[in-house]
């Protein structure tokens, strides 16, 4: 299987949905690819449920989306024991965390108590009920919402959670052609109705794990440990990000060489997911807000002021 025609395929089938966003499309399947999470910030309206949907059809894998409300309890999500008067014992229903890709919708607007049981899921991909672990689908991967605008009535992620999510994906309005498309492709149904899986979940666990072959040079972990370094170090930020941002942006790195048909790393592909790996992990200090100083801004500086390495012919 190649990977580079397995990203075409996905592509090319989202887009009859999602319009004009192949390269939103490519950083949630690198997100994937590393097990590691999404947080989708965007308005509402740009396509954030349909391109979670869509994904997971087209990966071949079950998909279930919660309504984060502050009523919504941990048990909603995890599951639990219920009772059995036949048997006389606890017998254990699976909530909707037990899926592959899991839609945690506006995730901001549950309680600091419920956003906390994705903790353990994300990190160990299990569940721990009443004691006892259970295990979560080896394709287990979440894709959490937020509205940048409304905040009244949420409960902000902090930064622990954040943490947790590999990369920050914003989808942005369509362009004016693609919009307009857009409208033509609704007149009488809706285009998900059309979208069709194009791997079976043992090809998407195959995608996943041939990351792993990917070559990683010195100077390319070098490189990455630097970037993340200078941003503890930033004047104009209170938080610098974390190691657990050095590993996403490696693992992140690989998986994007991968798609573009290569197995080793380059510095274009540390690049080209450094903005998504760092932002949400950032804090600036209150004197860079004053300054009206953005976190993109700050990231843009960073990557700047840190020599890109040069690869030697023999190392691609």
Known sequence: ???????????????????????????????????GHVLMED????????????????LGLRFRRVQFTPDLLPTDLTGLS??????????????????DVLLAD??????????????????????????????LSENFFVIATQNPIEYEGTFPLPEAQLDRFAFILKVGYPEHKMEI???TSQMDHHPITDVKPVLS???????RNAVRDVTVDDTIKE????????SRGNKDLYLGASPRASLNLMKGAMARALLNGRDYVIPDDV??????????????????????????DVIDEIVEAIPVPVMKKDEI
Do not use: W
């Not at 999602?18 to 690819?33: T, W």
């Not at 995730?107 to 259970?134: C, F, W, Y």
């Not at 979940?201 to 995608?207: G, L, S």
């Open 1 to 35: 299987m190649q990977i580079e025609d397995v990203k075409k395929k996905i592509v090319d089938n989202i887009s009859h949905v999602i319009f004009g966003k192949d390269d939103v499309i490519e950083k949630l399947i690198v997100a994937f690819m590393i097990s």
């Open 43 to 58: 308005v509402p309206g740009t396509g954030k449920t349909v391109l979670a949907r869509a994904l997971a059809i087209s």
């Open 82 to 99: 219920v009772y059995d008067k036949e048997t006389g014992k606890f017998e254990f229903k699976e909530g909707p965390i037990f899926t």
């Open 106 to 135: 506006e995730i901001n607007r549950a309680t600091p108590k419920t956003q906390s049981a994705l903790l353990e899921a994300m990190a160990e991909n299990q569940v721990t009920v009443d004691g006892i672990t259970h295990k």
């Open 181 to 183: 498309e857009m409208l």
């Open 201 to 207: 979940p043992n090809e998407a666990n195959f995608v």
């Open 223 to 230: 490189y990455i440990v630097s970037i993340v370094e200078h």
């Open 271 to 296: 690049k080209g997911i450094v903005k998504e790996t760092l932002y949400h992990r950032l804090i600036l200090t209150s004197e860079a807000r004053v300054r009206l100083r953005k976190i993109e």
